[in-house]
């Protein structure tokens, strides 16, 4: 046995009491309310490089239990729900041999990771792995952030029966030393324990229209656990949205969140947040110093959002994620976060400025149900999304030459929201219908409000500057870009 990082200690605890970095077979670990927030197994590393991090990862049903004696059955890697943290340091060499042990083919995508293009797991780069098939992915991790890794075949269903896992890139950084814990959310639906499948009565509008949206929202997955903090104490949260569908509008009453990073690594300068929206496949890095009382309690809330808030219907309630429980304290400890915490340079837009537009083709509108026109019962036919109104696999492929930079102006004809995710590149916010970004930082998932009068627009800047090849863009929303809200961006060399 051996773990890279003796980095966050319960992990290690953990993994001790479980006899091994790696974990394998059915978990017993409890995941009811109330549990101790546990972290994400540690990948077992089996290469004693220590630059080189090589796992294994079998993907194969697995059953939990979210009540005593009530069981599960989720789809996962390694036996263990979310899939095993995965850590590495920035520019190694990650090898991950894949096995699939399900009943369909797979495949698994780098989330984030500027990576070499056969690696990156999507029906342009691999033909799925079938059942009993196996695949190795060998690449190199250029930039240090939280990154995430999710199957890209038939992925609506299959991240949401609980295929995800944690990529976790250590770099140098300015941040003042604090209680770090990755936190994994997302969401599924139960029925007396029974995994609800949103697809098996056949054509679900709403699913097609909302994702696949869960009653039981988790951490880690685990419901509502208990995270114990110190008095006078900092945390650190790396945080990934892991649903398909769902977004995180996440709220520490009588805390703030303080944002160092994003999906790409540090931000500038550090950004204050009383509600942090997440998006699917969006991950961030916050900062919470904790200054309650010993014995004190407050809820990491999912606060109300709603997808649809641009035609004012369908707020989701607050929802409780996480219980935290000041325990003891400490004292004098630094806590001051410096001004600047990185240099981000904006390319230049050197080449062509590409406009493209996500729109749903939906009988009838919404906007035609607000306006009252059509009866309001009526049912919604959501027959198909598409980007620049062709559905994925139909959807014309845009070209992009090496070495340049290109504009891409992001518009949202529809009224809910959409979260953008490019694969193989990052990119910046530049400007948007909302003025400015919040924060600057490099991103390759950013949401896209929907807006009442139709249109809403986001200018991207995405320098190409290595690893030609057929990469996708797409919405986060899984269901999304299954219904044709994909397209394909080729990247000569
Ligand atoms: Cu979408």
Redesign the pocket.
């Known amino acids: 046995m051996r773990c890279r990082f003796p980095f966050i200690s319960s992990i290690i605890l953990l993994a001790l009491a479980q006899g091994s970095c790696g974990g394998s077979g059915p978990t017993e670990l409890d995941r009811s309310a109330g549990s101790e927030l546990r972290q994400p197994m540690l990948a077992e590393d089996i290469d004693p490089d220590p630059d080189v991090v090589h796992v294994q990862l079998s993907a194969a049903p697995l059953v939990v239990e979210f009540e005593p004696g009530v069981p599960t059955e989720l789809w996962a890697y390694n036996g263990v729900f979310p899939g095993p943290l995965i850590e590495a340091k920035q520019d190694d060499r990650i090898i991950v041999d894949l096995v699939n042990n399900l009943p369909e083919p797979t495949t698994i995508h780098w989330h984030g990771v500027r990576l070499s293009n056969a690696n990156d797991g999507t029906p342009v780069t691999q033909d799925p792995v079938p059942p009993g098939g196996s695949f190795t992915y060998d690449f190199t991790v250029p930039d240090a952030s939280l990154f995430w890794y999710h199957p890209h075949a038939n992925s609506a269903e299959q991240v949401y029966r609980g295929l995800y896992g944690p990529l976790l890139v250590h770099g140098d950084d300015p941040l003042p030393a604090a209680d770090e814990r990755v936190l994994v959310l997302s969401d599924l639906e139960l029925s007396g324990g029974q995994l609800v499948l949103p697809w098996a009565d056949g054509v679900q509008q709403m699913e097609n229209a909302m994702g696949y949206l869960g009653n039981t929202q988790l951490v880690n997955g685990q419901l509502m656990p208990e995270l114990k903090v110190r008095s006078g104490g900092l945390e650190r949260w790396r945080v990934v949205n892991a649903s398909g569908s769902r977004y995180y509008n996440l709220a520490l009453p009588g805390h703030v969140l303080t944002m160092v990073g994003t999906d790409g690594g540090l931000i500038e300068s550090p950004v204050e947040y009383s509600e942090f929206l997440l998006a699917p496949g969006e991950r961030a890095d916050l900062l919470v110093a904790t200054d309650g009382s010993d014995g004190d309690s407050t809820v990491l809330i999912n606060a109300s959002y709603s997808i649809m808030h641009a035609a004012g219907f369908m707020p989701d309630p607050d929802h409780p994620l996480m219980q935290l429980r000041y325990s003891g304290s400490v004292n004098g400890l630094d806590r001051s976060i410096p001004a600047q915490l990185a240099t981000i340079t904006e390319p230049v837009v050197d080449a062509g400025e590409f406009s493209l537009q996500?729109s749903a083709a939906l009988d009838p509108q919404p906007m035609d149900i607000i306006a009252g026109t059509v009866d309001e019962d009526a049912p919604i036919n959501f027959a198909s999304?598409a980007i620049n109104g062709r559905p994925w696999p139909d959807a014309a492929e845009h070209v992009s030459q090496l070495g340049t930079t290109e504009r891409w102006t992001l518009n949202n004809h529809t009224v809910?929201d959409?979260?953008f995710h490019l694969h193989g590149y990052r990119f910046l916010v530049e400007s948007g219908t909302d003025g400015g970004p919040a924060y600057r930082g490099w991103k390759d998932t950013v949401n896209v409000h929907g807006s009442e009068l139709g249109d809403h627009l986001l200018d991207i800047l995405i320098p190409f500057e290595d690893n030609p090849g057929n990469w996708l863009y797409h919405?986060h929303?899984l269901r999304?870009a299954e219904l044709g809200?994909m397209a394909e961006l080729v990247v000569n060399p």
Do not use: L, R
């Open positions: 996500f999304f809910m959409h979260p919405c929303i999304h809200m």
